[in-house]
């Protein structure tokens, strides 16, 4: 594995000097980088290949990375790499919650068309140029502003992406909900073992990490997924309270909890009384329906 530290580190892979001790952008031949070779960076990257669909990789500090062999790309790709000093303190760090895309996986790569493959590789020039512009009162502003127009874009794409996927709404609304039913009715010590089911373990079920996952819920249903998985356990666990000779212990039981009062603490949250209390009223709430 090839291992980039910093900066310097960083040019020196790519045979150029270095302009910026936080961060760097290189262009570099597809082919001049070998498919399978592992490379992990100690900065947060963005990474560009031209193609028909173009595509986008991206990491954070310490996360490897690899082209798959597979891959089929050729012509000048561009890359971007920044440390988190770069954005600390700054505007754009108090933004950077929203380009959680660094967390995603190789798998959840962005596809690009023709125009925002070349705005992303305006973005890419435009940085470039004022690294190797005459430094000035001005220059960390402008570079700022630059990664954020460049982040920004991949964002916007990304959410077209999510926009664009094959998995209609009612789809995702059936697997999601087959999965946590499937969960909560699984007689073996998953749930013991795991607790309630969680967002990372349904996004793990869908062969995503959690952070795409909620992405995809978030941009298809309205909610994020924590909510939604939320209100499912809710809704069984209001159904169960409701059978006579289920007591507050075993619904809790049933539904993952080990601790009866983890449960109580939970189902108070969501529905805004106790366990017990519902099971008194003996009235089923009426959940708000997810739109289809």
Not at 35 to 44: F, L, R, V
Not at 157 to 170: C, I, P, V
Not at 228 to 235: H, L, P, R
Request: glycine share 8%; charged share 20%.
């Amino acid at each position: 594995m090839k291992s980039l530290g910093n900066i310097e580190s960083f040019n020196a892979f790519f045979h150029q000097k270095t302009t910026h001790k936080l961060m760097s952008v290189a262009s570099f031949p597809f082919e001049s980088l070998s498919t399978g070779d592992s490379i992990s960076m100690k900065m947060y990257w963005v990474i560009l290949l031209p193609g028909n669909p173009g595509l986008v990789f991206t990491g954070n500090p310490g996360q490897s990375f690899s082209f798959p062999s597979s891959l089929k790309a050729s012509g000048q790709g561009w890359v971007l790499a920044f440390c988190p000093e770069m954005v600390n303190g700054t505007g754009l760090g108090r933004d950077f919650y929203m380009f959680n895309f660094f967390d995603y996986e190789d798998m959840e790569t962005l596809e690009i068309n023709d125009m925002e493959q070349t705005v992303l590789e305006n973005c890419f020039q435009n940085i470039l140029a004022e690294l190797n512009a005459d430094d000035d009162d001005l220059t960390s502003h402008m570079l700022r502003l630059g990664m954020g127009q460049l982040l920004s874009y991949c964002r916007r794409f990304y959410d077209r992406q999510f926009g664009n996927k094959r998995l209609r709404t009612s789809e995702l609304i059936v697997r999601l909900d087959t999965i946590i039913n499937g969960y909560l009715a699984d007689a073996t010590d998953l749930k013991l073992r795991l607790g309630p089911p969680s967002v990372a373990w349904c996004s793990s079920q869908f062969h995503l990490t959690p952070n795409y996952f909620g992405d995809l819920v978030k941009q298809k249903l309205g909610i994020s997924a924590r909510k939604y998985i939320q209100t499912k356990v809710a809704e069984l666990a209001c159904s169960l309270l409701l059978e006579p000779q289920n007591s507050v212990g075993e619904v809790a039981v049933q539904l993952g909890f080990n601790y009866p009062n983890h449960f109580t603490r939970f189902f108070r949250q969501q529905m805004g009384v106790s366990p017990l209390e519902f099971k008194h009223s003996k009235k089923m709430p009426i959940f708000a329906e997810t739109k289809r």
